[in-house]
C-alpha cells in the first residue's frame, strides 16, 4: 500500500495558469506587487502585470511563434521576468529560461534542446546570447533585448518592447481557457533537471501541475496557522532565488500573484544586498537553499543589519543538517522548515507544513494529493516504517515527460504514473527523511550539476583517456570532483590544474573541478560499462 498525504486532497481546477491567478470574478488589483528591490518606486501591480503579459502575448501571436514553441530568457531576475513566463505559458507556448552565469556552449545546448523559437537577452549578457544563438542556428529577428529599461539596437538585436502590442490592441486578446483535460496537456514551462541519470533534459510542466502545486504549497503554508489563503496575514517577501528555476517560478510568480504578497525582486545575488532589503523593506518570510542558511550562521555581515522582521525561512533543494537548521533558527528567532521537491514535481512534493518547527532534520509530510512508495533494489515496495528506500512519487503535479526524450521519460515513471525520485527516504509517523541520493546527481549551492555533463567535457580533452564525476562533500557541502585516467604519453606530465583549467573554460562556476582532480590508471565500470560512482565516493572519504 503506498503512503498517501494526510491531508484531505485539494480540488484543483482544469485550466489556464492565466484563468487561475487573474480570474475574471476577482477585480484586479492595483496595488505594488512585484517591486523592484534596488530601485523600489518601480513596480507593478497585477493589473499593471496582466497588461504586460497581454502586450507580450499578441506580439508572440504577430512573430507568427507557433503554440508549444519555447520562449526562453538569459537574463538575471528582474520584474519582466515574470511578465515572460505567464505571457508564454499563458499563449499555450513554453517558458524557459537559462541560468545567467552560463557559458556560450551550455546556453547554445538549452536553446538546441529546447528548439528556442524566441530568446529574450539582457544586455549584459548579449555577447554571450548572440554567441550562442549562433550556434544554434538561431535567427538574429528572434533574439531580444531584454531588461527593465529600453535599450537601443545592439548588433541588429532589438529590444523586447518593440515587439509588444499596444495597450488597447492587448486589452482585447483573450486566453484559451484550457479548461478540462487541455490542462493536463499542454505544456506550460520547461525547466532542465538531468533526473536520475545523463545529460540535463527539458521537464515538460503542464498548466494543470503548475496550478496544483501552487494550490499544494499555499495549503501546506497556512495549515495550522491563524492564516489563510483569502487573509494572508501581513507578508512581503524577497525574490533572489532565480527564476529560470521552478522554485523561485512558483513563489514569485504564481503564489506571490494568487496571495497578493508584495514580493521585492533582487537581481544579481549578493548577500550583503540580501540582507540590506531584508532589514529596508521589512521582510518577513523568504524561500532559501540551505547555502544561504549557511552564511547566515557563518558570515560576520549579518550583524550589521537588523533582520528581526524576518519570521519564516522555507528551505529546500539541498539537505540541511539539522544542527545548524536549529543553531540559526534560535539565534534569529525564527522557524525554518524544510521541503523536498524537484523540478520533475513542478516544485515541490513533501513539506514541512506553515509556522511548525521540526528539531529532526525531517523535509515535512507529503503535501495534499501527492501518493509516496518506498522501493528496495530490487524493486520490491518497503512497508516497514524507518526502513530506507528509493522515493517513488504520484500525484498531479509530476511532470508530463521529458522534452522529445521517450527513454528518459519510460525509465522514470511507471506505467501506473509513478515517478521515480533517484533520493533515497524514510518515514516514520508520517514524517519523512531524505537519507541518501541513489543517482548521479550533484547539487553545489542547490543548483544541479550533472555528472554526464562534466564526464562529456573532460573526454573532449586530448589527453583524457577515461574520467568519471562524482560529488564530494567538504564542510558540509558537495563539490565536484573528477577521476581522471590519462592516455600513456600524457601520465606524470598533464596536471591537475590544466584539467581544472579546461574543464573551468566551459562551464558556469558552480559545475567547475572545485573538488579536484585524481588521477586513477582505471576509471571504475561495471562490466555493462556503468561508472561504479559509490566506490569513488567512498575513497574520497579516505582522503
Ligand atoms: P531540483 N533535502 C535533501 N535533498 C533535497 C531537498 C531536501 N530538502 N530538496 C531537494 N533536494 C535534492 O530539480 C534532491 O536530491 O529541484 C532532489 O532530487 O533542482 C533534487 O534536489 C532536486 O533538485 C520546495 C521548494 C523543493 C524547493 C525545492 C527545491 C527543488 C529543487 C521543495 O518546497
Same mark, same amino acid.
Given at each position: 500500500?503506498?503512503?498517501?498525504?494526510?491531508?484531505?486532497?485539494?480540488?484543483?481546477?482544469?485550466?489556464?495558469? #492565466?484563468?487561475?491567478?487573474?480570474?475574471?470574478?476577482?477585480?484586479?488589483?492595483?496595488?505594488?506587487?512585484?517591486?523592484?528591490?534596488?530601485?523600489?518606486?518601480?513596480?507593478?501591480?497585477?493589473?499593471?502585470?496582466?497588461?504586460?503579459?497581454?502586450?507580450?502575448?499578441?506580439?508572440?501571436?504577430?512573430?507568427?511563434?507557433?503554440?508549444? $514553441?519555447?520562449?526562453?530568457?538569459?537574463?538575471?531576475?528582474?520584474?519582466?521576468?515574470?511578465?515572460?513566463?505567464?505571457?508564454?505559458?499563458?499563449?499555450?507556448?513554453?517558458? +524557459?529560461?537559462?541560468?545567467?552565469?552560463?557559458?556560450?556552449? *551550455?546556453?547554445?545546448?538549452?536553446?538546441?534542446?529546447?528548439?528556442?523559437?524566441?530568446?529574450?537577452?539582457? =544586455?549584459?549578457?548579449? *555577447?554571450?546570447?548572440?554567441?550562442?544563438?549562433?550556434?544554434?542556428?538561431?535567427? +538574429?529577428? $528572434?533574439?531580444?533585448?531584454?531588461?527593465?529599461?529600453?535599450?537601443?539596437?545592439?548588433?541588429?538585436?532589438?529590444?523586447?518592447?518593440?515587439?509588444?502590442?499596444?495597450?488597447?490592441?492587448?486589452?482585447?486578446?483573450?486566453?484559451?481557457? #484550457?479548461?478540462?483535460?487541455?490542462?493536463?496537456?499542454?505544456?506550460?514551462?520547461?525547466?532542465?533537471?538531468?533526473?536520475?541519470?545523463?545529460? =540535463?533534459?527539458?521537464?515538460?510542466?503542464?498548466?494543470?501541475?503548475?496550478?496544483?502545486? %501552487?494550490?499544494?504549497?499555499?495549503?501546506?503554508?497556512?495549515?495550522?496557522?491563524?492564516?489563510?489563503?483569502?487573509?494572508?496575514? &501581513?507578508?512581503?517577501?524577497?525574490?533572489?532565488?532565480?527564476?529560470?528555476?521552478?522554485?523561485?517560478?512558483?513563489?514569485?510568480?504564481?503564489?506571490?500573484?494568487?496571495?497578493?504578497?508584495?514580493?521585492?525582486?533582487?537581481?544579481?545575488?549578493?548577500? @550583503?544586498?540580501?540582507?540590506?532589503?531584508? *532589514?529596508?523593506?521589512?521582510?518577513?518570510?523568504?524561500?532559501?537553499?540551505?547555502?544561504?542558511?549557511?552564511?547566515?550562521?557563518?558570515?560576520?555581515?549579518?550583524?550589521?543589519?537588523?533582520?528581526?522582521?524576518?519570521?519564516?525561512?522555507?528551505?529546500?533543494?539541498? &539537505?540541511?543538517?539539522?544542527?545548524?537548521?536549529?543553531?540559526?533558527?534560535?539565534?534569529?528567532?525564527?522557524?525554518?522548515?524544510?521541503?523536498?521537491?524537484?523540478?520533475?514535481?513542478?516544485?515541490?512534493?513533501?513539506?514541512? =507544513?506553515?509556522?511548525?518547527?521540526?528539531?529532526?532534520?525531517?523535509?515535512?509530510?507529503?503535501?495534499?494529493?501527492?501518493?509516496?512508495?518506498?522501493? @528496495?533494489?530490487?524493486?520490491?515496495?518497503?512497508?516497514?516504517?524507518?526502513?530506507?528506500? *528509493?522515493?517513488?512519487?504520484?500525484?498531479?503535479?509530476?511532470?508530463?515527460?521529458?522534452?522529445?526524450?521517450?527513454?528518459?521519460?519510460?525509465?522514470?515513471?511507471?506505467? @501506473?504514473?509513478?515517478?521515480? !525520485?533517484?533520493?533515497?527516504?524514510? !518515514?516514520? $509517523?508520517?514524517?519523512?527523511?531524505?537519507?541518501?541520493?541513489?543517482?548521479?546527481?550533484?547539487?553545489?549551492?542547490?543548483?544541479?550539476?550533472?555528472?554526464?555533463?562534466?564526464?562529456?567535457?573532460?573526454?573532449?580533452?586530448?589527453?583524457?583517456?577515461?574520467? %568519471? %564525476?562524482?560529488?564530494?562533500?567538504?564542510?558540509?557541502?558537495?563539490?565536484?570532483?573528477?577521476?581522471?585516467?590519462?592516455?600513456?604519453?600524457?601520465?606524470?606530465?598533464?596536471?591537475?590544474?590544466?584539467?581544472?583549467?579546461?574543464?573551468?573554460?566551459?562551464?558556469?562556476?558552480?559545475?567547475?573541478?572545485?573538488?579536484?582532480?585524481?588521477?586513477?590508471?582505471?576509471?571504475?565500470?561495471?562490466?555493462?560499462?556503468?561508472?561504479? $560512482?559509490?566506490?569513488?565516493?567512498?575513497?574520497?572519504?579516505?582522503?
Amino acid at each position: 500500500m503506498p503512503y498517501s498525504s494526510p491531508y484531505p486532497d485539494l480540488d484543483i481546477p482544469k485550466q489556464n495558469i #492565466l484563468s487561475y491567478l487573474f480570474p475574471p470574478s476577482k477585480p484586479l488589483s492595483t496595488k505594488p506587487l512585484w517591486i523592484d528591490a534596488q530601485n523600489p518606486s518601480v513596480s507593478l501591480s497585477q493589473a499593471q502585470m496582466l497588461l504586460w503579459i497581454k502586450r507580450l502575448a499578441v506580439g508572440l501571436d504577430r512573430l507568427g511563434i507557433p503554440e508549444q $514553441r519555447a520562449v526562453m530568457v538569459f537574463t538575471p531576475n528582474h520584474m519582466y521576468v515574470c511578465a515572460a513566463y505567464l505571457a508564454a505559458a499563458g499563449s499555450k507556448r513554453l517558458f +524557459t529560461g537559462a541560468n545567467p552565469i552560463y557559458t556560450v556552449n *551550455e546556453v547554445a545546448h538549452q536553446m538546441k534542446a529546447i528548439e528556442a523559437a524566441v530568446v529574450l537577452i539582457h =544586455p549584459d549578457l548579449l *555577447e554571450t546570447g548572440i554567441a550562442a544563438a549562433k550556434q544554434a542556428h538561431i535567427s +538574429t529577428d $528572434r533574439l531580444f533585448i531584454f531588461s527593465d529599461s529600453e535599450s537601443p539596437t545592439t548588433q541588429g538585436v532589438r529590444d523586447w518592447r518593440s515587439i509588444l502590442a499596444s495597450e488597447s490592441e492587448a486589452e482585447a486578446w483573450q486566453w484559451d481557457p #484550457l479548461d478540462g483535460e487541455a490542462s493536463l496537456q499542454t505544456i506550460a514551462a520547461i525547466n532542465f533537471s538531468s533526473g536520475t541519470t545523463g545529460l =540535463p533534459k527539458g521537464v515538460c510542466i503542464s498548466h494543470r501541475s503548475l496550478i496544483t502545486n %501552487a494550490a499544494q504549497c499555499m495549503f501546506n503554508k497556512f495549515e495550522g496557522t491563524q492564516y489563510s489563503q483569502d487573509n494572508p496575514g &501581513p507578508e512581503r517577501w524577497l525574490a533572489f532565488l532565480p527564476l529560470y528555476h521552478a522554485y523561485s517560478q512558483l513563489w514569485t510568480i504564481n503564489i506571490a500573484c494568487k496571495l497578493q504578497v508584495p514580493v521585492y525582486v533582487m537581481g544579481r545575488f549578493n548577500f @550583503d544586498d540580501f540582507l540590506k532589503y531584508i *532589514e529596508q523593506y521589512k521582510v518577513t518570510a523568504l524561500q532559501v537553499v540551505p547555502p544561504i542558511i549557511v552564511m547566515l550562521s557563518k558570515r560576520p555581515e549579518t550583524a550589521k543589519y537588523d533582520i528581526s522582521s524576518l519570521k519564516h525561512l522555507f528551505c529546500g533543494a539541498a &539537505p540541511l543538517k539539522s544542527e545548524l537548521q536549529n543553531e540559526v533558527s534560535k539565534r534569529f528567532n525564527l522557524v525554518i522548515g524544510q521541503g523536498w521537491g524537484m523540478t520533475e514535481t513542478t516544485c515541490a512534493g513533501i513539506t514541512m =507544513p506553515g509556522m511548525t518547527m521540526d528539531l529532526t532534520g525531517s523535509i515535512g509530510y507529503l503535501i495534499p494529493n501527492t501518493e509516496a512508495m518506498l522501493v @528496495d533494489d530490487d524493486g520490491k515496495e518497503i512497508t516497514k516504517d524507518g526502513e530506507p528506500g *528509493e522515493l517513488w512519487l504520484r500525484g498531479p503535479q509530476m511532470l508530463l515527460c521529458y522534452w522529445r526524450n521517450e527513454k528518459a521519460t519510460k525509465e522514470s515513471i511507471t506505467e @501506473d504514473k509513478w515517478f521515480k !525520485t533517484g533520493d533515497v527516504a524514510i !518515514t516514520k $509517523r508520517g514524517l519523512w527523511w531524505i537519507v541518501d541520493r541513489k543517482k548521479e546527481l550533484i547539487k553545489v549551492n542547490g543548483l544541479q550539476v550533472a555528472p554526464a555533463e562534466l564526464e562529456a567535457i573532460l573526454l573532449e580533452h586530448p589527453d583524457v583517456a577515461d574520467a %568519471a %564525476a562524482v560529488g564530494i562533500t567538504i564542510h558540509d557541502e558537495e563539490i565536484p570532483r573528477a577521476y581522471v585516467a590519462l592516455q600513456e604519453q600524457a601520465k606524470g606530465k598533464t596536471t591537475e590544474e590544466d584539467i581544472k583549467k579546461f574543464v573551468a573554460s566551459k562551464v558556469a562556476k558552480h559545475k567547475r573541478l572545485e573538488g579536484g582532480v585524481k588521477f586513477v590508471d582505471e576509471v571504475p565500470k561495471l562490466a555493462s560499462g556503468k561508472i561504479v $560512482r559509490k566506490l569513488m565516493k567512498e575513497w574520497a572519504k579516505q582522503d
